[in-house]
């Protein structure tokens, strides 16, 4: 049995953990959370919600505010927690997320059996030009006995905060490739160029460089319309900037959709954008699970060098590259792309083929179980 520790189980843009978890054969699993939410997208059985203790909100105002230092768990949490996994008769811990992992410590010092994390982007660097937030998560690279990451990127990130080498595995996100069959789009002959992001609406999915670079191809195609699917923070920022480029009626911001919406739209769609950037908090992307999808389906992506995406996308071959930030160069790179529909089309079945070889659900399970069963042995 492994347990599998997520804070929450789960947020809508968790969909990707899920799909982990639920895959597994060869091992059974079973969910320990603090709070459980959104069980119609994502039914499970097993699982033990162990929630907060009545004075959790003042230990954390304390250690944040006051000791400014990463809080951690209680003794009584230690407890309950160490009970779930004796009850659910556990022999390995999979914590979700570095920066809860750092949280875990005194759990991760007193369980007697195995440890690991898995990191995913966001969780490696940020708040760490703090040093007690850096000290605190080097001790917890040193408590645990394996380190998962998404990306090779990921991986040298994780060794700079001074992760032993040895213990790192690249565990890559696998996506369900029945769920996305490749499809030969249609060029449009009148410009009616479909463009399409998806993701949460913070700053490292770079949506402002997406409008920007849009406005430039839509000077060439006036008939293109651009869809951002997703819910976040700077969704009144991005509409106040769509309307300060004029662009405001060719651009819809759908919210979250559903996954069978979501489909609909990489199939209505020419090309996917994702020109990630790095937050001014540190926080990076690993290799986005929508983009995956979305070259799965056959859409060639236009995106930046950042992160773990250069390991996903090949420049030119199964889309296209550009600098982060640099929307002049994004939307050169769609209005060349948009005179050249067979390129277009080269690189979204390339771009199929690939995601295929290299993040199969199936194949990433397979590692992922492999991991946990050298573990338990």
């Known amino acids: 049995?492994?347990?599998?520790?997520?804070?929450?189980?789960?947020k809508p843009e968790m969909?990707?953990?899920?799909?982990?978890?639920?895959?597994?054969?060869?091992?059974?699993?079973?969910?320990?959370?603090?709070?459980?939410?959104?069980?119609d997208l994502f039914p499970f059985q097993e699982i033990r919600v162990v929630e907060k203790p009545a004075l959790h909100f003042l230990?954390?105002?304390?250690?944040?505010?006051?000791?400014?230092?990463?809080?951690?768990?209680?003794?009584?949490?230690?407890?309950?927690?160490?009970?779930?996994?004796?009850?659910?008769?556990?022999?390995?811990?999979?914590?979700?997320?570095g920066h809860i992992a750092v949280l875990l410590r005194p759990l991760i010092r007193q369980w007697q059996?195995?440890?690991?994390?898995?990191?995913?982007?966001?969780?490696?660097?940020?708040?760490?030009?703090?040093?007690?937030?850096?000290?605190?998560?080097n001790e917890m690279l040193s408590l645990v006995r394996r380190v998962l990451v998404r990306s090779d990127s990921l991986r040298q990130a994780v060794i700079d905060l001074g992760c032993a080498p040895g213990k790192i595995e690249v565990q890559r996100a696998g996506i369900p490739l029945t769920d996305f069959p490749?499809?030969?789009?249609?060029?449009?002959?009148?410009?009616?160029?479909?463009?399409?992001?998806a993701g949460r609406l913070i700053e490292k999915k770079g949506l402002k460089t997406t409008l920007r670079a849009f406005v430039k191809?839509?000077?060439?195609?006036?008939?293109?319309?651009?869809?951002?699917?997703?819910?976040?923070?700077?969704?009144?920022?991005l509409q106040s900037l769509a309307r300060e480029l004029q662009i405001d009626g060719a651009v819809?911001?759908?919210?979250?959709?559903?996954?069978?919406?979501?489909r609909e739209l990489f199939y209505s769609?020419?090309?996917?954008?994702?020109?990630?950037?790095t937050g001014r908090d540190g926080n990076q992307e690993g290799v986005p699970n929508s983009m995956l999808e979305a070259m799965a389906s056959g859409l060639p992506v236009f995106a930046t060098r950042h992160g773990g995406i250069p390991e996903a996308v090949e420049n030119r071959v199964s889309g296209i590259l550009v600098n982060e930030r640099d929307h002049r160069a994004l939307g050169d790179a769609l209005i060349d792309c948009a005179n050249d529909s067979a390129r277009l089309s080269a690189m979204g079945r390339t771009a199929s083929e690939s995601v295929a070889k290299n993040f199969s659900q199936t194949e990433q399970t397979r590692r992922l179980e492999e991991i946990y069963l050298r573990g338990i042995g």
Not at 59 to 80: G, N, Y
């Open 182 to 197: 490749f499809r030969e789009r249609i060029i449009p002959g009148n410009g009616q160029w479909r463009l399409l992001q």
């Open 15 to 39: 969909l990707h953990i899920y799909r982990q978890i639920t895959s597994l054969h060869r091992v059974r699993a079973v969910v320990i959370a603090q709070k459980r939410e959104n069980t």
């Open 217 to 237: 191809l839509r000077k060439e195609f006036p008939g293109a319309r651009l869809s951002i699917a997703g819910e976040g923070p700077q969704l009144e920022e």
């Open 252 to 262: 819809d911001f759908a919210g979250f959709v559903s996954q069978e919406k979501l």
């Open 1 to 10: 049995m492994v347990a599998s520790y997520c804070a929450t189980f789960l």
């Open 113 to 137: 059996k195995p440890s690991l994390v898995s990191f995913h982007g966001a969780d490696v660097l940020v708040d760490m030009q703090k040093p007690a937030y850096r000290r605190a998560t």
């Open 269 to 277: 769609s020419h090309i996917f954008l994702h020109p990630s950037e």
């Open 59 to 97: 230990r954390r105002i304390w250690f944040k505010q006051i000791a400014d230092r990463p809080w951690q768990i209680s003794s009584a949490e230690v407890r309950a927690i160490e009970r779930a996994l004796t009850e659910s008769n556990a022999q390995l811990l999979h914590i979700y997320f």
